[in-house]
């Protein structure tokens, strides 16, 4: 048995329904602009900046031993790499005796030659 629904009342549905999916437009603008601002509040923050060297560390038996110092961009350093400060590079090679990569030869730029 189908019972008649009154134009007005169709109507009244239809509003609810438009009313919701303006909820709905209004929350997805809402999120879209907050997006927005967080891209263009990463896009003005500068990424920190890269050390200027890395140990390269040898790989054997389970352990890792350090091999070399390296400056930031030398391809010879390999995948098994620690970021260092001037610092940690300085000491690495004036006290630990790592040796300077004979490459890139952070030792140039770190003041030790």
């Not at 008649?4 to 549905?13: D, G, I, N």
């Not at 391809?75 to 990569?101: F, N, S, V, Y």
């Amino acid at each position: 048995m189908s019972e008649q629904v009154s134009r007005l009342e169709r109507l009244r549905s239809v509003r609810q329904w438009l009313a919701w999916q303006l909820r709905r437009t209004d929350e997805t603008i809402a999120d879209l602009e907050r997006q927005e601002v967080a891209a263009a509040r990463a896009a003005r923050t500068p990424p920190p900046p890269q050390p200027g060297w890395k140990l390269a560390m040898r790989r054997a038996g389970g352990t890792s031993t350090p091999d070399a110092v390296h400056t930031s961009d030398c391809g010879m350093a390999g995948w098994h790499t620690k970021p260092l400060a001037r610092e940690q590079a300085l000491r690495a090679i004036t006290e630990d005796g790592i040796a300077a990569c004979p490459y890139c030869r952070p030792d140039t730029d770190l003041g030790v030659l």
